[in-house]
């Protein structure tokens, strides 16, 4: 069976191919758009046995289980594998609900690829063109305005928009051409959703006036792209010659280096980094304003964004999880054989083999606790002379404030022994191979999933 001719070419899709490719993924609603990229895959590519065309049930339409069916029968059809994945896209937190199912689509979808592996997605032109305008209205900067890119990573494999320079009548006239049948949503028809009220409103209004509004604006979205790259290709280095790979802190000497659009495109990936949602231009000014204008020391949190506080100490601005803010104020008791300890304040213990640090002897007949710092602990360091505040042994390694209360000291029968991370006292120091201890402090998502 080969498609009837059409202005859409297989090769549209088997040039996006890395060489390796393994597993095709299609995203298939059953609509027009993603029916006839499957089809043009499966007999136009020849990646019949590749493919696994994938059907995401939002669970937000009455016929969305009659769908899933047609969309199985299309695919028997067609003799490609088949899954349906069921997905919660309700919105939250003042989400909107077109982001919410885009979200859960994705959230189901990115599992799926290993390394090697392809998604397929059928936005075309119009889409594209939609896309750029709604972060237009938004007040997005150049990367939104780039709109969606044809090739970009995802999960362990890559993410591959085909049809972006094809237009939506390209794909009817293939559809129709090769009788191929699909579904229709009826809530395309509803101008309620932002996406909507543009296709069914205002863009065919607008390509009355200019009827190449879709390629010129697709145009501008690439020309976009590429500055999105070069100033990502600019801010990698700088942003990594300024930045602690450890905590992840920024440097505010590296920052008053740079000028003031330099500095917010910074600070912007910066925060993007830790995986939050690009930030407002109003939360970017706040916080270049404090980097500028910043004073004297603090460990107050100088801004609130999106479940994270931004703080500053020592010519370092910190971005940590408010969850990861909470003071530790257990007293535990370490179990002999565990190797890791959860402390229950976003943070965990591991104790691992080490050729200096506690010495196995000691730790192996004690019974060891870990409790929270009260105030006034001294500790005698190994080569050193006199007993030592913990306050001002923190105070001379620049420990930043918030985190002296959060990590733990480890006793042993009652006696400190260590401050997790940083010291051991020099009665229960030693060295030597695989006679010590070394006790990490970490936080629970540097740590794998099965830690905890």
Known sequence: MNPKISSLDPGLITALLPPDCRTVYVAYSGGVDSHVLLHLAAVGAGLQERIV?????????????????????????????????????????????????????????????????????AQHREDQAETLLLQLFRGAGVAG??????????????????????????????????????????????????????????????????????????????????????????????????????????????????????????????????????????????????????????????????????????????????????????????????ARLDLGNGYGLVRAEACSGVAKAHWDGAEVSVKARVGGERLKLPGRAGHHCLKKLYQEAAIPPWERDQRPLLYMDGRLAAVAGLWVAEWAWASGEAACYRVDWKASRWLDDSVF
């Open 53 to 121: 065309a994938v059907y995401v049930n939002h669970g937000l339409q009455a016929s969305a289980d009659a769908w899933g069916e047609h969309c199985r029968r299309q695919c028997l059809e067609l003799q490609v594998a088949f899954q349906i994945v069921k997905v919660d896209a309700v919105a939250r937190n003042g989400e909107g609900p077109e982001a919410a199912a885009r979200e859960a689509r994705y959230r189901a979808l990115r599992p799926l690829l290993e390394e090697g592996d392809v998604l397929l997605l």
């Open 145 to 338: 305005l780039a709109g969606m890119p044809v090739d970009a990573a995802f999960g362990r494999g890559r993410m591959l928009r085909p049809f972006l320079d094809a237009s939506k009548k390209d794909i009817c006239d293939y559809a129709r051409a090769n009788h191929l049948q699909w579904v229709d949503d009826p809530s395309n028809q509803s101008s309620d959703f932002d996406r909507n009220f543009l296709r069914n409103q205002i863009l065919p209004l607008l390509k009355q006036r200019w009827p190449a509004l879709d390629k010129t604006v697709a145009r501008s979205a690439a020309h976009c792209g590429e500055a999105s790259l070069m100033l990502e290709d600019w801010v990698g280095p700088v942003l990594a010659e300024m930045l602690d790979p450890e905590s992840k802190s920024i440097c505010l000497a590296g920052l008053s280096r740079l000028s003031d659009s330099q500095r917010r495109f910074v600070l912007r990936k910066w925060l993007t980094s830790f995986g939050l949602k690009p930030p407002s231009a109003a939360v970017i000014d706040a916080l270049t304003a404090q980097v500028a204008n910043r004073q004297g020391k603090t460990s107050a949190p100088q801004l609130q964004i999106q479940g994270y506080h931004v703080l500053g100490y020592r010519q370092k601005l910190f971005c940590i999880p408010a969850a990861e803010l909470d003071k530790f104020a257990g007293n535990l008791l370490w179990p002999k054989p565990d």
